[in-house]
């Protein structure tokens, strides 16, 4: 009986450190791979802006709990109205008087045409419509959303400094500059996984407007931060918004809680440069999409798939049209099929402008950015643009003809 008790306790003993051995192994295994994963510790500046997160907040609390206490209409879209309370009273609490379909169905509120969070109190007499999916706003503000979900992980990945993060078509995207070390599309699965705890969570986005001497307080860390602050905002007061530990400057608005996010797939990475000029810093991007059900992912996928057999670049390349060469990615290379279809082409187009009337011109392809200064599209396509400085002013290279014809 003894011999057979020592027998097992040994037994236990080497179980226990062939099992320690293989974590080990694994752990090496992961490290000498590049693998990433989540940092422990957190980066020192996600404790002390949270820190100062909840010290504003609480001021904040004190603030509406001063708020008189007054008695709003809200009108609805078929012109009925709802009694609520000014600074208590939410969109989402009206939605939900209506049915709890509603409520949990909407993804944003429109008050007074201004886009407003679900959980934001109604601040007046207003008209109110509740959003759902189908609603191109609705859509971008999920996406916004995702783009926090998908930069919170990040840096509970990466660690760096967040810069922006937008939806754009179909998704969203957000820039860290991370210069340790490149992102890579084997890190993706990393992302998702923590994006799905995330989401879990249900952590709620939460909206505070500040000033700007405490938005500098709180992300002096953070050098990119700090220059739209001093570069970007012109007002007194702005915003910023939390889910869990990222906090982030933000006009918002966003979904309820991250747990309205229900699929998410991190699509791919890239490189790209600081408001899009090629003399600042360089950036890492990394692009999502999201939506509220799991079986809409899938839908988008199966299109994506279908698209990719489509896909003009693999069919020109098989059919020896064109081909690309990483000297010149964002220009393809015509061969002599290729060339054929392109000459004949344009000899039709310039033949249509004969025949309806139109004379051409030919414009230059490099601009002063005062030109769309002037025009207003540098408010808007700036970070997108391709930049550059001549002398002492930026140039750009035109994205669209106008206004340069």
């Not at 996010?261 to 699509?267: D, F, P, R, S």
């Not at 990475?269 to 408001?275: Q, R």
Request: charged share 30%; net charge neutral.
């Amino acid at each position: 009986m003894g011999d057979t008790a020592a027998e097992d306790i040994q037994n236990l003993n080497i179980n226990e450190k062939s099992k320690t051995k293989a974590m080990k192994e694994k752990k090496k295994k992961a490290e000498d791979s590049g693998a990433v994963s989540e940092l422990n510790p957190w980066p020192e500046f996600i404790k002390k802006r949270i820190t100062l997160w909840d010290k504003f907040k609480q001021q904040h609390a004190e603030e509406l709990a001063s708020k008189p206490d007054m008695s709003v209409v809200v009108t609805l879209p078929d012109g009925k109205t709802v009694e609520a309370k000014a600074w208590k009273t939410t969109p989402y609490d009206v939605a939900k008087g209506i049915s709890q379909g509603l409520a949990d169905s909407t993804i944003i509120a429109r008050v007074n045409n201004e886009l407003w969070d679900l959980d934001r109190p109604l601040e007046g007499d207003c008209k109110l419509e509740l959003l759902r999916w189908d609603n191109t706003d609705a859509q971008a503000v999920f996406w916004h959303s995702s783009a926090h979900m998908l930069g919170e992980a990040m840096e509970r990945v990466y660690g760096g400094c967040l810069c922006y993060g937008p939806p754009i078509d179909e998704g969203f995207y957000y820039d860290m500059y991370y210069p340790e070390k490149g992102i890579s599309s084997t890190d993706f699965h990393v992302l998702e996984g923590l994006i799905k705890k995330i989401a879990k969570e249900k952590q709620p986005f939460e909206r505070l407007e500040l000033t700007k001497e405490q938005l500098l307080e709180m992300f002096d860390y953070n050098p990119f931060k700090v220059r739209i602050l001093k570069e970007k905002v012109n007002t007194p007061t702005t915003t910023v918004y939390r889910c869990g530990p990222l906090i982030d400057l933000c006009r918002g608005p966003h979904v309820r809680h991250t747990g309205k996010v229900k699929a998410l797939k991190v699509t791919k990475n890239s490189a790209t440069y600081w408001e899009g000029k090629a003399d600042a810093e360089s950036l890492q991007r990394i692009y999502g999409v999201s939506f509220p059900e799991p079986k809409q992912l899938k839908e988008w996928e199966t299109i994506q798939e279908e698209a990719a057999k489509r896909d003009h670049r693999k069919i020109g390349k098989e059919q020896e049209l064109f081909f690309f060469h990483e000297l010149s990615p964002g220009s393809c290379f015509f061969q002599p099929r290729g060339a054929h279809i392109y000459n004949t082409l344009v000899n039709f187009i310039k033949e249509q402008y004969r025949v309806r009337g139109f004379q051409e011109v030919v414009t230059p392809n490099m601009y002063n950015s005062k030109l769309w200064q002037t025009s207003g599209h540098w408010a808007h396509y700036a970070e997108n643009m391709f930049s550059f400085d001549v002398e002492k002013e930026t140039f750009a290279l035109k994205p669209m003809n106008c206004p340069g014809h």
